[in-house]
């Protein structure tokens, strides 16, 4: 192991030119740390918002950014009697929030703390948890996009009211959250509409990846009396709200009575005038509205485990290099919007 690794910081937020890459010590975990070096790093639309100031939650200066990471562990504390040299692991997002809600703003990785866009990083091992040790090197990136996408989409799904066999889901976008929560409702059994303004993605997630209805919605704007055509007047049991309060109102028309809408993000803002009345929308419906914030340790356990248990695979869209070039690349790419699935970084 040399001395020094590579890091990645934002130098400032004002676009992408702040992406600065930096030689800095190789950490030394505390007693009861480890240190994990990283394979590959899943980039979050969080990631590209904090990049360019447009992050709703305050954001540390000169951040190391990224939260999700896929590695093996390089060190141990000396305290550390849970983990082995080698085993192969990930880190929840958050590694103050082991299990429940989270209390405040916390302190998620590549925000209001360094993240994990660099070659070694020590954690507490409390917020470190195990992932199958007979996987190929190819499903380091998908293991990566479970610590904030997976967990987001197995809240949205399992974290309140369980999404049950046989209910159906909307997902919003073909992006991280509602392709992970695609595949993971129909692993558990349900039916999947998904939305998007592109055909040729519409196309792909029914082939690909088993959705079983679509809707573009540039041509067809109304997109939950679509929802509602396909469950028989019924409505959705559970809508992936991923753009806001631009469509937030398209996702109460379309949830059915006593439905859970689960608001994960803020793609779409609406004008103040144009503002909906959530609150008589959701309580017309009698309907669960949930912000999401990702989740706790504990979930990412259960993600990890559901998906080694099903066998599951989380697609990845493109994968690029380590180096500022490809690292700045990968941000564009995830900005474009041009993705279905996942965004990783290999690092090692």
Not at 10 to 21: C, E, M, Q, Y
Not at 56 to 82: M, Q, Y
Not at 268 to 290: H, I, W
Request: contains cysteine.
């Amino acid at each position: 192991m040399t001395d020094q690794h590579t890091v990645y910081r934002l130098s400032h937020r004002k676009d992408f030119s702040g992406i600065t890459a930096h030689q800095e010590d190789i950490p030394t975990p505390q007693p009861h740390e480890v240190l994990i070096q990283v394979r590959n790093v899943a980039l979050n639309y969080r990631d590209i918002s904090i990049a360019t100031s447009r992050y709703v939650s305050p954001v540390k200066e000169n951040l190391i950014p990224c939260s999700d990471l896929a590695g093996s562990i390089a060190a141990l504390g000396s305290a550390v009697t849970d983990f082995s040299l080698g085993d192969r692991v990930v880190a929840a997002f958050d590694p103050t929030i082991l299990y429940g809600p989270r209390q405040g703003l916390g302190a998620g990785l590549g925000g209001m703390v360094d993240g994990v866009l660099r070659a070694f990083v020590a954690l507490p091992s409390t917020c470190v948890v195990r992932i199958p040790e007979d996987e190929g090197e190819q499903r380091w990136g998908e293991w990566a996009s479970l610590v904030c996408t997976g967990v987001t989409a197995w809240n949205a799904l399992f974290g309140n009211v369980p999404l049950m066999p046989g209910q159906s889901v909307l997902c919003q976008g073909t992006g991280g959250v509602s392709i992970t929560a695609l595949v993971f409702a129909k692993a558990a059994g349900a039916t999947v509409i998904v939305t998007s303004s592109s055909d040729e993605k519409l196309e792909m997630v029914k082939r690909r990846f088993g959705a079983d209805h679509t809707v573009n919605y540039e041509t067809s704007p109304d997109w939950a009396e679509d929802a509602l055509r396909i469950t028989k007047g019924r409505g959705v049991d559970f809508v992936i709200e991923n753009c806001g309060s631009g469509t937030i109102s398209q996702s109460l028309k379309a949830v059915a009575y006593g439905g859970i809408v689960a608001c994960i993000g803020f793609l779409s803002p609406a004008k103040q005038e144009d503002m909906p009345d959530v609150a008589k929308l959701a309580l017309l419906k009698g309907a669960v509205v949930r912000g999401i914030q990702v989740g706790s340790k504990q979930m990412l356990e259960d993600v990890v485990r559901f998906v080694a248990a099903r066998n599951l695979r989380i697609p990845i869209d493109r994968e690029f290099g380590f180096s500022r070039e490809e690292v700045v690349r990968a941000y564009e790419y995830v900005r474009s919007g041009k993705h279905v699935g996942k965004v990783c970084i290999k690092v090692s």
